[in-house]
């Protein structure tokens, strides 16, 4: 099993004065570390990439910055969908840059556009296009495209595993791998369980946190039925940890997170690993 966070715990933008950080990272035994790009984030890739090596650290990459509305694999338009591929294969170059394995997120659309009418019967199929060409220019440059299901208050495009695996199956390419985020799932689904096996063919990881969005444990989360379902798959794979950290000025507010769920991320790690590595890893 491999552990890691998003850099969302530890700060708003990621930029050559945080390094220190993926050393924290390596000093709470994580294994994997998240970097959030866009247009508006800015640094060196050469220097996050040799510190990263030099800590035995992965790195994976996924869209948290400024992303142009329009630039959408899902949208209406022809020229809209086409600018969209183009932004994320500049992601994906930025990844290769770092080395990092994989390219996440809410791919097939934009998180915050929900579009409140009875999908086009092209939707999905148009969608997949785009994600076929973008899987494939991954496999090129040796990052993997994951996307991820999320709530129907964030995109309306794929909510459940469901839907996810029926875009897997359109986009019909091996680089185009899932994961699934807890957070996102409570609002979703009522069975877990089927939740991880519909997917399992296709796991890459799971984002692992409560329904606040807290560290995994206390709230409404139905842990045991996730750790019997993963150790029923088998799954050795991805465990990440996302939040937003509370304790920097109005971050977690300008997120759309309004209550202190994360204000110390060593914390965070520290309890979230303690309370998994118990449900996942004893026999």
């Not at 519909?198 to 990881?205: E, Q």
Request: charged share 25%.
């Amino acid at each position: 099993m491999k552990y890691g966070a998003h850099s969302y715990l530890f700060t708003p933008s990621w930029n050559d004065a945080q390094l220190d950080v993926l050393e924290h990272a390596e000093e709470l035994e994580l294994d994997f570390f998240e970097i959030a790009i866009g247009d508006d984030v800015c640094f060196n890739s050469r220097k996050t990439k040799k510190e990263a090596e030099r800590l035995g650290l992965e790195l994976i990459v996924s869209p948290g910055g400024l992303w142009p509305q329009h630039c959408d694999l899902s949208a209406d338009g022809k020229e809209d969908r086409e600018e969209g591929l183009q932004w994320h294969c500049r992601a994906i170059d930025r990844a290769a840059e770092l080395g990092a394995t994989a390219y996440t997120g809410a791919l097939y659309g934009h998180p915050g556009v929900v579009k409140r009418r009875r999908p086009p019967m092209d939707e999905y199929l148009r969608t997949s296009e785009g994600l076929h060409r973008l899987a494939q220019y991954g496999e090129g440059k040796g990052v993997a495209v994951v996307i991820e299901p999320m709530s129907h208050f964030r995109t309306h495009m794929v909510n459940t595993p469901d839907q996810v695996m029926r875009l897997v199956r359109l986009t019909d390419h091996p680089n185009l791998r899932v994961s699934l985020d807890t957070y996102h799932l409570v609002t979703e689904i009522s069975d877990f369980r089927e939740a991880i096996l519909t997917v399992k063919d296709a796991l890459w990881g799971m984002h692992m946190c409560e329904n606040n969005r807290g560290v995994p444990g206390p709230g409404m989360v139905p842990w045991t039925t996730i750790f019997e379902a993963l150790k029923e798959i088998e799954f050795d794979d991805y465990i990440l940890f996302e939040a937003y950290n509370s304790s920097i000025d109005d971050f977690a507010f300008e997120r759309g997170m309004f209550h202190n769920v994360c204000p110390d991320p060593a914390v965070f790690v520290q309890d979230g690993m303690n309370f998994l590595k118990r449900g996942l890893e004893e026999k």
